[in-house]
């Protein structure tokens, strides 16, 4: 059963834009929402995470909304660089297991 | 400080074989967890290891094993291959405590079952 659900899919931004990724979750005991950065060859690495009693994050150019009623949080990348062409993965962590539950992922694409 | 390692970084094996993949943790980091990421889609959580025990596991069959070490290193077993067993292997570690959400990946070993 997929409790992360993620959209869209791809997308393409110009340099200097804002890229938007949002996010679902059917499950409330989640303890924290990561965003994981991708690389073509690389492993996920930890972009950004926020806990679920917590409605905003920024860091940097990164920042995560989050929207407990309505079980939503989304990414947004401002000021875009072809640098953060990447597969963005959101995730719900639990820490009774320590286990990731992953979203789909979107490809993002960055054009100079 | 030595991040995830992992090997074989690709393997090729046919339908009904075993394989066997390898993970060094990171150093000072005391869980390993394995996950499953099919071309085109998010990782799937395997299992999770700590103390040398299986502590969580997702939704996989019995044909995936797993085991860790003293060193906290760990291998991912894997019997009866099935074509859909084709797809990079991921290993993570972590430190019990901090649970933030944070696991540091390794670079994957990418299977293809023939």
């Known amino acids: 059963q997929q409790q992360v659900k993620q959209s869209p899919q791809s997308l393409i931004v110009q340099k200097g834009g804002i890229s938007i990724i949002n996010c679902a979750y059917e499950?409330?005991?989640?303890?924290?929402f990561p965003w994981y950065q991708q690389f073509p060859g690389k492993g996920p690495a930890l972009l950004i995470a926020i806990r679920p009693d917590v409605s905003e994050k920024k860091e940097g150019r990164f920042t995560i909304s989050f929207n407990k009623s309505a079980k939503q949080f989304s990414l947004h990348i401002m000021d875009s660089q072809p640098g953060d062409s990447a597969t963005y993965f959101c995730a719900a962590f639990k820490a009774a297991g320590n286990k990731l539950t992953f979203g789909g992922g979107t490809r993002v694409l960055v054009k100079p | 400080e030595t991040g995830v390692t992992q090997s074989p970084t690709h393997l090729i094996k046919t339908r009904g074989q075993q394989v066997t993949l390898r993970c060094s943790s990171q150093?000072?980091?005391?869980?390993v967890s394995w996950y499953q990421q099919a071309l085109g889609q998010g990782p799937q959580f395997i299992f999770q290891?700590?103390?040398?025990?299986?502590?969580g596991r997702g939704n996989f069959p019995p044909r995936f094993s797993g085991l860790q070490f003293p060193n906290y290193s760990s291998e991912l077993n894997v019997n009866a291959l099935e074509l859909d067993d084709s797809a990079l292997y991921l290993c993570?570690?972590?430190?019990?405590?901090?649970?933030?959400?944070?696991?540091?990946f390794g670079e994957g070993s990418r299977l293809t079952v023939l």
């Open positions: 993570a570690s972590s430190l019990v405590g901090e649970n933030t959400g944070e696991l540091f």
């Open positions: 499950n409330t005991a989640f303890d924290y």
């Open positions: 290891y700590y103390r040398e025990e299986e502590n």
């Open positions: 150093s000072g980091h005391n869980t």
